[in-house]
């Protein structure tokens, strides 16, 4: 190879909000792959929410990485060398070698991607990680029945939009909560029922109005002052599938008290609330095909609508995942590496 | 009849913790029973936390007892007078009609008891409302798998020690906290694998000690500080049925700060906790003959053990209900009213 590789690994360990010093940019050797792996060329770089976890070392449901560490990543690419007989030089995979330009992965580990039948980039997106977190918890957990109402925030982005698009496909009434108007338009034009935009200052009165009937499930990925809007419209039976936390993710202390703890834990047992924390692999193994059986011809049809934010070039990567977690990106955020 | 009634009534609404002034002991004709109705004199009333709930007007899953108004309740008793021609006088029902003497009720709403398949007290008891609070709760959110553990609070009252015994039937570890060594030395009597007391000023560490493989399902009655020693040891895909929260029904103010609400929902994200709050009649059209088929063999036969405290006389019962909210109680706690 001539070219040469470029990698963002982290620097050190964000407090609170992340800056573009916590990450380093550096360039290094093209990796060689070893016996049964390929050499992928990345395009796309998806920049995720739950990266914020990865990069602090407090307990989570996976390790951290190591300050000096690679930043860990979803990424669609181009297989340019193959050390294995089931992947060709020239195809397009999925594959989660990280904030890099250039990474190997075991064969068995990519999945190949057929860009006749979706633009390769929603396998990081609707067709991937986030759309299949939507259609996981919305159908194992969140089940909504006809006529319910699904609520769900940070609605424009790539789990909300899906939240939403299924909810209507399941027959409940979907409202959508985004920040500005531009997204809260958006949200109307790709059928939300309601859509509301969480800055405003009577944001609590209109939830309440867009939701005459209560809340029958509230898919939890953020918190914050949505959470408290929502929490005194849950219906009893609400189901709550919670899948981020991303208003909470750069606190650095917690709340003024008084502990309301209590508050949460009362309104569980008086409305028999069922609350439930994933992670989408969870239930890949038993629901992937069918999610990608279900939603590729949606997606190919049109009728499952979805929205791309792409940055260009690697090194823009910190400073677009920072604005991410500020709300600042507009549909799925995704790197254009190459 | 030449008998008089006697009811128990509010008096007002208790802020805090009941006292003696909350209740009103009065004598009232005995009623008549309507056409398809029966007159029972009350032999056993149950006491139970969730009567608390009813003498508060905030908002609860059942509507509030009125000030002046009968103190709601389960009881066993015996017919003296049927309109119906379904029940006869002299056959013994159980019944909800509440802290008097003397209640009627419609023949379709009482359940006859057999005292030879077990005692009548037990329908309000192991086979009455709480033992089948523990099964629907077990079976239907807890779902232990042999060899996980399932920790259980207030383990010597009805609820808990149903929870514990059903537990290892299930083929699981079970843990109980209780409050003083009698009832840590009972729980271990009947079969707990180990039974802690929460007053202990290491409760926490013996939690810990007693937990090596964490805690795989919380049966959550309490919540307070036994909540706040479980939480930490929580696994990965624990559950929690929420049934009561005792430690928290005569709180008059929130705890001191910060407020943790964002702890518990980042520890449901991160660990995919199951945290699902119940009345117990949620289930019963579906299991409780399952239930009741299930469990009156083993009471019978003396594999499912329970325990009684039974006070006498219905002017104690005000006495012994502030006593079980102070943890006062040694079992199933019970009036004898005649």
């Given at each position: 190879m001539t070219d040469e590789n470029v990698q963002i690994r982290l620097a050190s360990r964000p407090a609170g909000m992340p800056a573009a010093g916590n990450f380093t940019i550096t360039p290094a050797p093209v990796p060689v792959p070893r016996d049964g792996h390929v050499l992928i060329r990345t395009q796309y770089l998806s920049l995720d929410p739950y990266m914020r976890g990865r990069m602090s070392?407090?307990?989570?449901?996976a390790p951290p990485v190591e300050v000096g560490g690679l930043m860990v990543g979803g990424t669609v690419g181009e297989v340019v060398e193959s050390n294995d007989p089931g992947v060709q030089p020239g195809e397009v995979v999925l594959a989660y070698t990280g904030w890099q330009k250039y990474g190997t992965a075991p064969a068995g580990a990519v999945r190949k991607l057929d860009p006749s039948q979706a633009p390769a980039t929603t396998a990081l997106g609707v067709l991937g990680m986030p759309g299949f977190t939507a259609y996981a918890g919305l159908t194992q957990i969140g089940r909504p029945k006809p006529g319910e109402t699904v609520v769900v925030a940070a609605a424009s982005g790539p789990v909300g939009t899906t939240v939403g698009q299924l909810a209507k496909v399941l027959g409940a009434r979907a409202v959508g909560i985004a920040g500005g108007p531009e997204k809260v338009a958006y949200l109307r034009e790709i059928g939300f029922d309601a859509a509301l935009d969480h800055r405003a200052s009577d944001f609590a009165r209109q939830l309440a109005a867009a939701t005459p009937d209560g809340i029958d499930v509230y898919f939890e990925n953020v918190g914050g002052h949505v959470w408290h809007a929502v929490f005194p419209r849950l219906n009893t039976f609400a189901r709550m599938p919670v899948c981020g936390l991303v208003a909470h993710y750069c606190e650095t202390e917690l709340p003024e008290g008084p502990d309301r703890t209590a508050l949460l834990m009362s309104a569980i047992l008086r409305k028999s609330l069922t609350v439930r924390g994933f992670i989408q692999s969870e239930f890949a193994a038993a629901l992937m095909g069918e999610f990608l059986a279900r939603a590729t011809p949606w997606v190919r049809d049109g009728s499952l609508k979805y929205r791309e934010d792409i940055v260009d070039g690697l090194e823009n990567a910190p400073e677009a995942f920072i604005g991410m977690l500020q709300g600042?990106?507009?549909?799925k955020l995704l790197v254009r590496v190459s």
């Open positions: 070392d407090a307990p989570s449901y600042k990106n507009f549909g």
